[in-house]
């Protein structure tokens, strides 16, 4: 499957964004979607998952204030990130795990810049 995400941008600190991705092919199969990110200079970390079976995890970093969900039926996966905070900014990908992948497919990336 192919991933673009989209939602981007630059904010204040205390505002919000929302990320998309949108798959190519059904996502009702996939095992998990999920949103990591990467800050220059460092690894990419998990921010967010949503399973199959709606089960959610965050990242002890975001917990309350960014929410995952997905849309089956249009086979996209969004990342609602409010209260956002300097330390967010980084690029933002989308993962898409099967259940025969390990590490899943990746998006290309959309950069979430936030100023103090």
């Known amino acids: 499957v192919q991933l673009q995400a989209s939602g981007g941008g630059l904010a204040q600190a205390g505002g919000s964004l929302r990320l998309s991705c949108a798959a190519s092919?059904?996502?009702?199969?996939?095992?998990?979607m999920g949103w990591y990110r990467q800050a220059p200079g460092k690894q990419r970390e998990f921010v967010a998952r949503i399973t199959s079976d709606g089960n959610i995890n965050y990242a002890d970093s975001v917990k309350g204030r960014f929410t995952i969900s997905r849309d089956n039926a249009k086979n996209t996966v969004s990342l609602q990130m409010n209260s956002l905070k300097p330390e967010d900014t980084a690029v933002y990908y989308c993962?898409?795990?099967?259940?025969?992948?390990?590490?899943?497919?990746w998006g290309q990336g959309t950069q979430v810049t936030v100023s103090s």
């Open positions: 993962n898409a795990l099967s259940w025969t992948q390990v590490t899943g497919s």
């Open positions: 092919g059904s996502i009702f199969t996939m095992k998990s």
